[in-house]
């Protein structure tokens, strides 16, 4: 069987606008930006191993850093995990897309 679907918010900051656009376009081929630095991305714990290392070979890690929040199964994270205030948006990943 294989692992369920979980979402997961991943929010940068980097200092060189060179490497933040390279890190951005990564992010951009998993999920969908929802903030300015601000991504959240559906898939498999695997997948999520392989977009870290990804990341990791973009930035500087002595200045820059990614954070990884893992939310859940994407069935249940838009429920449980996110609150919003203010005008709510619709994310795409709450259709049947996700990184393999």
Not at 80 to 90: E, M
Request: glycine share 6%.
């Amino acid at each position: 069987m294989s692992e369920p679907i979980r979402r997961m918010l991943v929010a940068y900051d980097i200092v060189d606008d060179r490497r933040r656009d390279r890190v951005a376009v990564e992010l951009q081929e998993h999920g969908e930006r929802v903030q300015f630095s601000v991504f959240m991305v559906d898939g498999r714990p695997a997948s999520f191993v392989r977009l870290r290392a990804a990341l990791t070979r973009l930035i500087d890690t002595d200045v820059d850093g990614i954070m990884f929040c893992d939310l859940g199964p994407r069935e249940t994270a838009i429920e449980q995990a996110i609150t919003f205030v203010g005008a709510r948006r619709s994310i795409v990943g709450d259709s049947d897309s996700f990184i393999a």
